[in-house]
């Protein structure tokens, strides 16, 4: 018998198992392993740069919300100096500014640029790279009018470089979404509805609204601010020193008026009440609703019809007032911690509103 120390031999096939194994991972998870990986080399670049003066103010010594900038930036292109000084945050809410859209939009091959510029019109005119096809979005003062937007300070110190900034995000949604991953909206549009919001919330409001009971309280409290002003009046009849008036409703609406009852959910009267929706206020309906993940033409027409209170057989029976009514209303619903939830709420309220009327 031999006493011969045999050599050791690997399992090679062992050995390989692992790599096998690994090698054969899902591409999703391949794809999520390496985004970590990026995560963690954004985390390293944002603790070195938050104490510096090359870090803007927003993100100064906020390295979870820097690295967080730095892998936005990433995904369209943005180094990561880059990233931190394009985006803000307003209110807890990061979005890129309008010009960085279009930067992303260029640096993709696609043409973007200004028709007409001025204190009251702006034109952004764009087109995808290889097409001939030319989007454009217009932005008027009338039309910030209807949204409510022309009282807000920035509208008013600076109105031609705001209504670039609508034009521009609108234009760059149109022919680079894919470019530009679906941002939903830009800083200037959040900082409006911040500001909106903000005027609203500083009334005192003591009227209560009947929602279903599962509602959360934050959800129940959005839900109001989204519902159309003439359901307000209905369930709030002290809202006479209510604050300012939303889009679509009378600017004196604070004065005493003796037929406001009778005439709460009709449309109010403007420039705008017989004037045809708008091409770019449709595509806006489109885009939010698609948001909030309604896409069948009838559910989408029952949305928007419940919202003015009235039965439509296509967006185009709109009116510009009515149209301006229902993006207001939709831009709150999407604005809210769950938009969906608070946009059934809403609607809920509205055709339970519809059954009680036609009970009495």
Known sequence: MSTAIAPFQPDTAAVAAPAARSSALPAQAAALVEWAHSADAAMHLAKGLVSTPFCPQGFREKPYDAAAAILAGAEVG?????????????????????????????????????????????????????????????WTIDRARGLGLHTKD????????????????????LIAADAILGIAYVAEEIEDDQVERAEQEQPKRTARRRTTAEARPATRATAERVAPPARRAQAEPESANAGPPLPGEDEHADDPDPVADTTAREPVASGDDKRKVTRDQQNKLHAQLG?????????????????????????????RAEASQVIDMLDRALGSDDPKRTLDIVLAQLEDGDDNGGAQ
């Open 78 to 138: 943005l180094s990561p100096l880059g990233a931190l000084r394009s985006f803000d945050v307003i209110q807890g809410t990061a979005a890129p500014r309008a010009i960085t859209l279009r930067a992303i939009v260029q640096s993709h091959g696609h043409q973007i640029w200004v028709e007409e510029q001025t204190s009251a019109r702006a034109i952004v005119a764009g087109k995808r790279a290889g097409s001939d096809r030319i989007e454009r979005s217009e």
């Open 154 to 173: 920035n509208w008013k110190k600076q109105p031609g470089a705001m209504l670039v900034a609508r034009a521009t995000a609108e234009c760059a949604r």
């Open 291 to 319: 948001e909030l993940g309604i896409t069948d033409r009838d559910d989408k027409l029952r949305v928007v019809g419940l919202l003015i209170n009235q039965r439509l057989a296509s967006s185009s029976d709109l009116t």
